[in-house]
């Protein structure tokens, strides 16, 4: 099987854009989850989608969103970009979603906030 | 809220020496607890993993243990290698909602 692939691989934003980024699971996996990555942050969870429905949310502003299509392909997007932004931005999927699933990441979007 | 704890953020061992990676976390309905390594420029990658019914687990030349009454599960690396080197993440998932929280990582120098 495929891995997850994201794309695209890198991007370069100006301060006040927006971005979708984009995550193809491994086929049959249902859960998508998007981290941010940052050096000395570690993982932080963005949210995770399961069957087309947002099922967890962690701590980050509305300006992050995401949407999972019926393929089980998920987009984030971030809006009115900020500096702090910059990051690597990682999406794993699963194949249930339960949280005793392994996660498969993909190998990441790094953005770059200009 | 949740919260994963991971001590120390570096850590640099001779090769061939034991590394331990230790973690805590908050919520007491987390059960299950899997180890990532991430490679410099790869994807994080499981390579381990411990459910709350067990305190014990080993895959070569990797362990880890759970205490669950304290919290807190460690990861145990002996005869390190080259290979080795890597950023070790942990992490806990809570039962009730299958939300995975990452600690922020520890970077493992192997010295030759």
């Known amino acids: 099987k495929a891995g997850v692939t994201q794309t695209p691989r890198y991007l370069i934003k100006t301060r006040g854009q927006q971005v979708t980024l984009s995550c193809s699971p491994i086929?049959?996996?249902?859960?998508v989850s998007w981290y941010q990555q940052t050096p000395g942050q570690g993982l932080q969870f963005l949210f995770e989608y399961f069957s087309e429905t947002q099922r967890n949310k962690g701590n980050f502003p509305g300006r992050f969103s995401g949407r999972q299509f019926s393929n089980s392909r998920s987009e984030m997007n971030v809006s009115t970009l900020e500096l702090g932004d910059s990051a690597l931005y990682l999406c794993?999927?699963?194949?249930?979603?339960?949280?005793?699933?392994?996660?498969?990441f993909g190998p990441g979007t790094r953005l770059t906030v200009l | 809220g949740e919260n994963v704890e991971q001590h120390p953020s570096t850590l640099s061992v001779q090769e061939g020496d034991s590394a331990v990676i230790k973690c805590t976390y908050s919520d007491s309905a987390s059960n299950y607890f899997p180890w990532y390594k991430q490679e410099l420029g790869k994807r994080p990658q499981l390579i381990i993993d411990?459910?709350?019914?067990?305190g014990e687990k080993k895959d070569q030349r990797i362990a880890v243990t759970l205490n669950k009454t304290a919290k807190h599960f460690s990861l145990h690396i002996t005869e390190t290698q080259p290979e080795d080197s890597a950023v070790y993440f942990c992490a806990a998932t809570l039962n009730r909602d299958d939300k995975i929280i990452f600690g922020k990582g520890t970077r493992l120098h192997i010295l030759p």
């Open positions: 794993a999927s699963s194949p249930g979603g339960q949280g005793t699933d392994t996660q498969y």
């Open positions: 411990i459910r709350s019914n067990v």
């Open positions: 086929s049959g996996h249902r859960s």
